[in-house]
């Protein structure tokens, strides 16, 4: 399922979505100049466990930053058109009411300590892995972990494959946040974490800090729903 829109407004305008989307798109710009250097690249600048947490290196010609900047600035990079036109998809239709929520600053903040769990969900357990991990996701699953507490009730309008059709159905966004939750869980059991490419433990892990994090973050006259009842 692909989500196109939601019906929830906002009071201010999201411009650190906005920033955070033009910065990732602006580096995978940059990515596609690099032909052949551009493995090397994810190797410095993505976050391999091995470096990380283990006892990794990388020859001292292809060190950019110290191996701790690199769960920042993997963040902001993509492996390819779809992998980033689907994360900026997701940021864009559930990350401005998560800014409207808490703010331009504080929004930050929890995007980042959102990516930053996500990154250890992935290492944590395959600390020797030398697979670079990339991309935005963990810190967008974040995001809709807090999406599900705040505003469970939303309408979200979904295209929904049949085939080589689409159709498209507005669809609470409970259901939406819980399917995609439960698809990662079930992915992660069935493939070690692993889906092509794909890092589910830090999805995963994404996803319960931005649950854990927005009671603290959000404006308190942003309610909590949790089992049907509002905090």
Not at 20 to 35: G, S
Not at 88 to 106: K, P, S
Not at 162 to 176: D, E, K, N, S
Not at 218 to 229: M, Q, S, V
């Amino acid at each position: 399922m692909i989500p196109i829109h939601d019906n929830n407004p906002t009071s201010i305008t999201p411009y650190v979505t906005y920033l955070f989307i033009t910065i990732c798109v602006l580096v995978f710009l940059w990515e596609l100049t690099l032909a052949e250097q551009l493995e090397g690249v994810f190797y410095s600048l993505g976050v391999v466990p091995a470096l990380l947490v283990g006892d990794g290196f990388l020859p001292a010609e292809q060190v950019i930053i110290p191996a701790w900047l690199s769960i920042f600035t993997s963040m902001f990079m993509h492996g390819g058109w779809m992998h980033l036109i689907g994360n900026m998809l997701y940021l864009w239709v559930f990350g401005n009411n998560i800014e409207d929520a808490m703010g331009h600053g504080r929004f930050i903040i929890f995007y980042l300590l959102c990516g930053i769990a996500a990154v250890f969900s992935q290492v944590i357990p395959e600390p020797n892995s030398i697979i670079p991990m990339i991309g935005a996701s963990g810190a967008i699953s974040g995001i809709l972990g807090a999406y599900l507490l705040l505003y469970p009730r939303a309408q979200v309008l979904m295209a929904i494959p049949l085939g080589i059709m689409f159709f498209t159905r507005r669809i609470p966004a409970i259901y939406v946040l819980l399917f995609w939750f439960a698809i990662q869980l079930f992915s992660s059991y069935t493939n070690d974490g692993q889906q092509g490419g794909v890092a589910l433990g830090a999805h995963i892990g994404g996803f319960i800090a931005g649950l854990a994090l927005i009671p603290f973050f959000r404006y308190k006259h942003h309610p909590i729903h949790f089992f049907g009842k509002r905090y």
